[in-house]
């Protein structure tokens, strides 16, 4: 009985040793140093104040330790004006030689991070301090990486002379220990969506991805995905995808198989001429709902349900121009949203360009959603 006590006094308090040795475990291969990175076309979180990096210049992904673990219970609205020109004065440039590439919200401690190109090429991480933002030093940080088997090639060009290359990594998410990655490959059928494991070791599986494009009236395979979310249909896990011009796809995941085309099912055509920008769920009343910010549209709010229950999906073109077709979605008092994250399950952290020509930070809380 006293070496039963004792195990269990034991195992009372070495437990959290056990839990933070468990969690230190994604973290076990990481190496102190500058990772490098020659670009940052994607920004996605994981667990642990894990932060990963999509860069299209080395066709890589990295893992940051950001050490922004603390937990937050409240999460405050978040208001900053003028981020452009804030960013601008800090690179002692100009708002014109600034793009802002990407934005993600750490979940647990619900800090904001930005990611910035520079006109030289040069890619700046920023974090918001309060309502200041500060340059992240990648020079010395504990990181890890792993490249893409098959990316699209560094001189590839489309019909129109433009590079493919930045589109090798298109967007990320990290989901139940893989990180999922869309962008274009150097196989015949270009489009492509990766599963990566985390912690990175060799395995990668790579499905190339076929759709019905109803505004285009055809097929297609060369297009990537510009953004998609991992989202529970049916029980099982799908991407919910967006491309260009704009087809909204669903893929099951587990028809995704490695080294084989997989065709998505187109449920619903929003509109051509205009390009999706992200794509988060959050929670109104008790319901989850799908937001879609785009560059020439209004921001759309969408129904899983009702994607859900669609089941003629769409295989015919739309042929007036600008006309959607499929499933529905109520277009919001919300335009010229350049990034967007989720804030809270009931907040969203929206990166507009206002009617004074402001580029704004703001949180829209679910009332207004």
């Not at 920004?43 to 940051?64: H, N, T, V, W």
């Not at 922004?68 to 004065?89: L, S």
């Not at 953004?227 to 995808?241: K, N, R, V, W």
């Amino acid at each position: 009985m006293k070496n039963i006590s004792l195990l269990i006094s034991f195992l009372l308090v070495a437990s959290p040793l056990l839990a933070n040795e468990r969690t230190s475990n994604l973290k076990s291969d990481f190496k102190m140093g500058n990772p490098e990175i020659q670009s940052i076309n994607a920004l996605a979180f994981g667990p642990e104040g894990i932060l990963f990096i999509g860069d299209s210049k080395r066709a890589q992904i990295f893992a940051l330790d950001t050490e922004d673990e603390t937990t937050t219970q409240e999460v405050a609205d978040i208001t900053v004006d003028g981020v452009d020109q804030q960013i601008a004065f800090l690179l002692g440039t100009t708002t014109d030689a600034i793009v802002i590439q990407d934005m993600a919200v750490n979940p647990v401690s619900h800090q904001v991070y930005l990611a910035v190109h520079v006109n030289d090429g040069q890619p700046v991480l920023f974090k918001l301090n309060g309502d200041k933002f500060e340059a992240v030093d990648l020079t010395s940080v504990s990181h890890a990486k792993t490249s893409l088997n098959q990316a699209v090639a560094a001189d590839a060009v489309d019909r129109r002379g433009r590079s493919l290359r930045k589109w090798a990594i298109s967007d990320l998410a990290y989901y139940q220990g893989k990180v999922m990655v869309s962008g274009l490959s150097n196989e015949e059928f270009s489009s492509t969506f990766r599963s990566i494991p985390f912690p990175f070791d060799d395995k990668q599986t790579y499905s190339s991805l076929e759709i019905y494009h109803a505004a285009h009236g055809q097929y297609e395979t060369h297009s990537p995905i510009k953004t998609f979310m991992p989202y529970e249909l049916h029980g099982t896990t799908h991407l919910i995808a967006s491309y260009t011009c704009t087809p909204l796809v669903i893929f099951p995941v587990a028809e995704m198989e490695p080294g084989k085309q997989t065709k998505g099912k187109t449920v619903a055509e929003l509109g051509n001429r205009n390009t999706p920008l992200d794509i988060v769920s959050y929670q109104k009343d008790g319901k989850s709902y799908i937001l879609l910010a785009n560059s020439s549209r209004a921001l759309m709010k969408i129904d899983p349900a009702k994607i859900e229950s669609y089941q003629d999906y769409l295989h015919q073109p739309v042929e007036e121009n600008s006309a959607t077709a499929g499933v529905e979605f109520i277009a919001l008092p919300y335009v010229n949203i350049q990034q967007m994250d989720k804030l809270a399950d009931d907040k969203v952290l929206l990166l507009q360009r206002m009617s004074n020509g402001d580029l704004n930070l703001h949180t829209a809380n679910s009332n207004r959603l």
